[in-house]
């Protein structure tokens, strides 16, 4: 079993990363892989609904000029995935939100039904607006939430300083032990992912 980590902040050693690798040290401790894939510093495109992902039917967006379509392509042979943002301006880093809208819109058969979860780091506020529009897309994917002790969150400033976040920390690691217990039950067939329902549209307005 595999969890990808998704490294959505500009700069590949700071508190995001230190948050994500807490967890990944916690999920190799329970005998889970894990791959901590920083997105680096170039742009990520923005979707621009033109659908085309969905007309070629390739599982990949048409736009292959930034890490979108090597995100997606590692989802296939993954179990679980945590993505993780800076907070900036009190919202995930622009560049995480844009890969996980594309990923998931043009890749979804990847990730439908695997458990995921959000990780978020900031200097003092705006932390939990950002760690719940990094969650609700999963949420419409499908995709079990994978819990912690508390909102999934770790602080500091500079870089290297959330590893003095104690608690933060701690939260990270409970997030892994209790990702790997869900991906375990999958795996020995205690648990069985629910077959589900055609989807049935509605606008209210019809």
């Known amino acids: 079993m595999k969890v990808l980590l998704i490294n959505g902040s500009p700069r590949k050693n700071g508190n995001t990363s230190v948050a994500l690798n807490e967890a990944a040290k916690q999920l190799i401790k329970?005998?889970?892989?894990?791959?901590?894939l920083w997105i680096?510093?170039?742009?990520?495109?923005?979707?621009?609904?033109?659908?085309?992902?969905?007309?070629?039917g390739n599982n990949q967006c048409v736009f292959n000029d930034d890490i979108t379509n090597e995100v997606i392509a590692k989802m296939a042979e993954?179990?679980?995935?945590?993505?993780?943002?800076?907070?900036?301006?009190?919202?995930?880093?622009?560049?995480?939100?844009?890969?996980?809208q594309r990923m998931l819109y043009a890749g979804g058969s990847n990730f439908k039904g695997k458990p995921a979860a959000a990780v978020c780091v900031c200097r003092r506020g705006g932390a939990s607006a950002a760690f719940q529009t990094l969650q609700m897309p999963f949420q419409m994917c499908n995709m079990p939430i994978v819990t912690?002790?508390?909102?999934?969150?770790?602080?500091?400033?500079?870089?290297?300083?959330?590893?003095?976040?104690?608690?933060g920390l701690?939260?990270?690691?409970?997030?892994?032990?209790?990702?790997?217990?869900?991906?375990q039950m999958y795996a020995t067939g205690t648990a069985q992912k629910p077959e589900a329902e055609a989807w049935q549209p509605m606008n209210f307005i019809r």
Do not use: H
Request: proline share 4%; charged share 15%; glycine share 8%.
């Open 40 to 56: 680096g510093n170039k742009p990520v495109r923005g979707c621009i609904a033109c659908n085309q992902c969905k007309a070629n």
């Open 78 to 100: 993954c179990d679980a995935i945590i993505i993780g943002a800076p907070v900036y301006w009190g919202q995930p880093a622009a560049q995480a939100q844009a890969l996980q």
């Open 30 to 36: 329970n005998n889970i892989e894990a791959e901590v």
């Open 148 to 167: 912690s002790q508390y909102w999934n969150i770790a602080y500091g400033r500079e870089e290297g300083q959330a590893a003095f976040d104690t608690e």
């Open 170 to 183: 701690q939260t990270m690691r409970t997030l892994a032990n209790n990702m790997a217990v869900m991906l």
